[in-house]
């Protein structure tokens, strides 16, 4: 089955400066990447996806970058704000439909 | 319903015991998902429904679990014979046509504690 790996696992950065998020999967068939949010005692919620046909896409200050064969994506934000502080998961999934998460970045945004 | 709802928010019950966790996804939604996160990791996958039927089951850890989707609609996980490791967080999650049977709304999450 598919193996996705996040890091880095804690991440604490300046208010405005920018953070990266790496992650990378096993399963060379996964065609789909999406991001999820996490706030404390929340539900994930989708922050931005990606499918395999594009190597990249933005909404706003967050931005995914998909490279296909070293099998690896990222998330960016810019300009980061004290709401961004929550944790971050990756996944991956194929055309089975079941995604596969990675265990999560806390990012912490120093003001 | 306009979200993905889950019930009971939260349940301790002690060890031994039999628990139903249910999962109301978005009207309309035919994926449903399955996942449990225990503190500090990442969601994992326990079932997908495509429909009625369990299109794959490869994330329950033992027969111990067992979830059904008779009408296509709500689901229930069953946990039997409960065991102080099954306490986790139980997300529920769905997706439609739409966006994509796996772009995924999750649900608040049922906290299971088993004491």
């Known amino acids: 089955g598919e193996n996705v790996e996040q890091h880095p696992s804690t991440l604490s950065v300046q208010e405005g400066d920018s953070a990266v998020i790496k992650c990378t999967y096993s399963?060379?068939?996964?065609?789909?990447f999406p991001w999820y949010k996490q706030e404390l005692g929340k539900r994930p919620q989708l922050i931005i996806d990606?499918?395999?046909?594009?190597g990249e896409k933005k909404d706003q200050r967050i931005a995914v970058t998909l490279n296909k064969t070293a099998k690896h994506f990222s998330l960016h934000i810019t300009e980061t704000q004290p709401e961004d502080s929550a944790v971050y998961f990756c996944?991956?999934?194929?055309?089975?439909?079941?995604?596969?998460f990675g265990a999560g970045t806390t990012v912490t945004v120093r003001a | 319903g306009a979200g993905v709802s889950q019930t009971p928010s939260n349940k301790v019950t002690e060890k031994g015991k039999y628990v139903e966790l249910r999962c109301d996804p978005i009207?309309?939604?035919?994926?449903l998902y399955w996942y449990r996160q225990s503190l500090g990791q990442g969601p994992e996958f326990l079932i997908y429904f495509q429909g009625t039927g369990a299109a794959d089951d490869s994330g329950l850890p033992n027969d111990r679990f067992f979830a059904v989707r008779p009408e296509g609609s709500v689901s229930t996980l069953k946990i039997q014979r409960t065991e102080r490791g099954d306490s986790a967080v139980y997300l529920c999650?769905?997706?439609?046509?739409?966006?994509?049977?796996?772009?995924?709304?999750f649900g608040a999450g049922s906290r299971l504690t088993v004491l």
């Open positions: 999650a769905s997706g439609g046509y739409g966006s994509g049977v796996n772009v995924l709304t």
């Open positions: 399963d060379s068939a996964s065609n789909y």
């Open positions: 996944a991956a999934s194929g055309d089975d439909y079941k995604l596969s």
């Open positions: 990606i499918r395999s046909n594009v």
């Open positions: 009207s309309g939604h035919t994926a």
